[in-house]
């Protein structure tokens, strides 16, 4: 598998982490949530030059009843989001975050900007496959339209202005494009970059949908740290880490809270394997 195609495949997983535990919007507490994601990504491997634009959608609505229960504990730049989905009713927790949700479409989606358009078709299942180009379609600057026809069964037509931010590069750490890359929970963790001045700098991370971290860091600062209280929430085991350069809405969509976000990183960055120890 080539690093582009590795990359991904990681960042449709990484979707659905967070649409399992609901968007990725600072407490929405809506048990029905959506996400609409455009990445931006480019670099150099073994002497060659890559770039990638990869749209990434995906809705699911909550069965009647069932409510999200999450517990939110700050810690500097980060949080700590610790999810579990409870009935309303019974108020017992259910085995596992993502049961009980259906997938819903929002119709065609269509993400234009400088000329240039992406347009993703929902299937029979209403999911949407992820749609890869390559080369950096939107560049930096460029205000991009997202636009959703709607579904009568499933999420409303809404529409909604991003700003593709200026591409950041990780330079530490520094992860194996061809393994999970070790991440002690004991420790903090540092990062590094160069570059995204204009724009905030996301980090997700996290093994399971239940339990996860995200941080938001200041670009202009070049650095952020992950501490080790909020690594420490991270179940042991293999998950992903995502780090980009981002312009990201909240949007509320009818009953469904749609996260919607525009990022840019280098081939390094992006979205990554990692092992949570």
Known sequence: MTTLRRVR??????????????????????????????????????????????????????????QPVCDIQTMGACEVIRCTTESADAGAPMSDAGAARTQRSAGTITVSGGGRSIELVPGANNTY???????????????????????????????????????????????NPTAPTTIPRNA????????????????????????????????????????????????PGDGLVVIAAADVRDQRVGEFSVSLSASSSDLNGGAARARFQ
């Open 188 to 235: 903090p963790l540092a990062l590094s970059w160069t570059g995204g001045t204009a724009s905030k700098v996301r980090v997700e991370l996290g093994s399971t949908p239940n339990a996860s971290v995200r941080c938001i860091f200041d670009a202009a600062a070049g650095n952020g740290i992950v501490p080790a209280d909020a690594l420490a929430a991270i179940s």
């Open 9 to 66: 495949a990681i960042s449709v997983v990484a979707l659905g982490v967070i649409t399992a535990c609901g968007s990725t919007s600072r407490g929405s507490g809506s048990p029905s949530t959506g996400v609409v994601t455009i990445s931006s990504r480019a670099g150099t491997l073994s002497g060659m030059t890559f770039g990638e634009t990869l749209v990434l959608a995906g809705f699911v609505q909550a069965a009647d009843g069932t």
């Open 129 to 175: 496959t992820a749609r890869p180009e390559m080369g950096q379609l939107f560049p930096a600057g460029t205000m991009l339209t997202i636009e959703a026809t709607g579904d009568s069964n499933g999420v409303p037509s809404f529409s909604a202005l991003l700003r593709m931010p200026s591409s950041i590069v990780l330079t530490a750490p520094l992860f």
